[in-house]
């Protein structure tokens, strides 16, 4: 066991794991189906949402390539077949971005209602004893 100067991370379960924030450190043995689907989820969404800021980070990129491409008259019939693969690469990567929102949207309301009828269920319990 620690010792008693020990930083404590988070509550202990009955198994002696430490229960904190990251998905990796719970024991999800001891975690009632509803918050196993919400940590899946919660890492599902952060996952999803640091795809998202690496796409738009590329768009940006190809986009000042192809801004770039273009301001040169003298390249611009030399390098078409480049501007059109970036261009198709940025359209693409707009799509991903659209259907990774999408998903983190419908994710977030997920997590959101079991944690709503969470508490509902514990307010409701408290009252009626």
Request: include cysteine; charged fraction near 15%.
């Amino acid at each position: 066991m620690a010792s008693s100067n020990a930083v404590r991370l988070g509550p202990v379960c009955e198994t002696g794991y430490i229960m904190g924030f990251d998905l990796h450190a719970r024991c999800e043995s001891c975690l009632n189906i509803r918050d196993q689907v919400t940590l899946r989820l919660a890492d599902k969404t952060h996952q999803c949402g640091v795809q998202t800021k690496a796409a738009i980070s590329n768009i940006s990129f190809l986009a000042h390539s192809v801004t770039k491409m273009a301001a040169e008259p003298k390249l611009l019939p030399r390098r078409a077949s480049e501007l059109l693969t970036a261009a198709s690469a940025i359209l693409a990567m707009s799509a991903s971005i659209a259907v990774c929102s999408a998903r983190i949207t419908a994710w977030q309301n997920l997590i959101q209602n079991g944690l709503t009828n969470q508490n509902v269920g514990l307010h409701l319990a408290r009252s009626s004893s």
